[in-house]
């Protein structure tokens, strides 16, 4: 068998358990063959995958960015093809390889089988295909993911989430090493690392970001007041906050991040611990199906 489906049912709120069904309908009508796992625990997915590449060709994660980023994590280096059937909550890295939402399309851009080779974070050994958020965001991320209901309310449990942390978090210093240039930024929100442009369910935090280009992209915003950064945080979802003066944009390779108190990190909103931390880029490691 040539295509395995990795299922995560609790991905997009109960979205993926009814919309699994019609996807199933829909390789029916194209011709598809397939092999199908359901995840039974978090991180599950990593596991199916990384046993799977040795008999499927193809391995598509259907879910959202948290299942994403699981198969990504058991396939990155072996060459086996990976897909995506969005029915996740944010969606972003679907968002980024233009694959609809709605199923009959993203079946169809499955049957064409145009793919690409793209690039990954890797943080100590992860690899985050999307973004990751050091700072503000990062305990926006922790915030949510400690509390369930949050979860499940979505953008309104987010919102609720940064309107706390907006109130509550305090700024940090942060030195960054990018490649051989040092920075220092004495009063620092947060500090985006990303392969692609968008994270949390559409902010195209960093809008330069190209997936296969073999650079990461850095979005680092700095000395705002309480207010002004509640001003700004709008235009995230059009990538405008970087027209902002003490919103900087970087590029490069290898970023070290160290901080003088530990602060939280997330990669495409799931947790991954505090700071320091070293991100590097690791182009062309994951073949991807993408859409037109
Ligand atoms: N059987 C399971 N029971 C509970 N949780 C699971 C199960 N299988 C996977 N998970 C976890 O579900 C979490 C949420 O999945 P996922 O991120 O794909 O959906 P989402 O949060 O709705 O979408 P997005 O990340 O795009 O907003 C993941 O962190 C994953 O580890």
């Not at 969005?86 to 980024?96: E, I, K, Q, W, Y």
């Not at 399309?105 to 974070?121: E, F, I, K, Y």
């Not at 109130?167 to 240039?181: E, G, H, K, N, R």
Request: charged share 15%.
């Amino acid at each position: 068998m040539e295509r395995l489906f990795i299922v995560n049912e609790h991905a997009g709120k109960g979205k993926t358990k009814k919309r699994w069904p019609m996807i199933q309908r829909h390789l029916d009508t194209f011709g598809i063959r397939y092999d199908a796992r359901f995840t039974s625990k978090p991180k599950e997915a990593i596991e199916i995958a990384k046993k799977a590449v040795h008999h499927y060709s193809q391995l598509i994660a259907v879910g959202g960015d948290g299942t994403v980023n699981e198969v990504v994590n058991g396939i990155a280096g072996q060459g086996t093809l990976f897909g995506l059937m969005p029915t996740g909550t944010g969606n972003d890295l679907a968002r980024t390889l233009h694959i609809p939402d709605d199923p009959y399309l993203a079946v169809r851009c499955l049957a064409n089988g145009t793919h690409h080779p793209m690039d990954l974070l890797d943080i100590n050994g992860f690899y985050v295909a999307g973004a990751i958020g050091i700072g503000l965001d990062g305990a926006v991320a922790t915030d949510i993911n400690l509390a369930s209901w949050k979860k499940k309310t979505g953008t309104v449990g987010y919102i609720l989430s940064m309107l706390k942390l907006l109130l509550t978090f305090p700024p940090f210093a942060v030195s960054l090493q990018i490649d051989d240039q040092a920075f220092f930024f004495p009063n620092c929100w947060l500090v985006a690392i990303g392969n692609s442009k968008y994270y949390g369910g559409g902010m195209k935090i960093c809008p330069q970001a190209v997936n296969n280009d073999g650079v990461l992209d850095l979005c680092v915003v700095h000395n705002l007041s309480r207010i002004e950064l509640l001003k700004i945080f709008p235009s995230v979802f059009h990538g405008m906050h970087v027209l902002h003066p003490n919103v900087l944009c970087f590029q490069g390779k290898k970023v070290r991040v160290t901080t003088e108190r530990p602060v939280p990190i997330h990669g495409d909103g799931e947790i991954l611990g505090n700071t320091p931390s070293v991100i590097v880029v690791r182009p062309h490691i994951l073949n991807v199906l993408f859409g037109s």
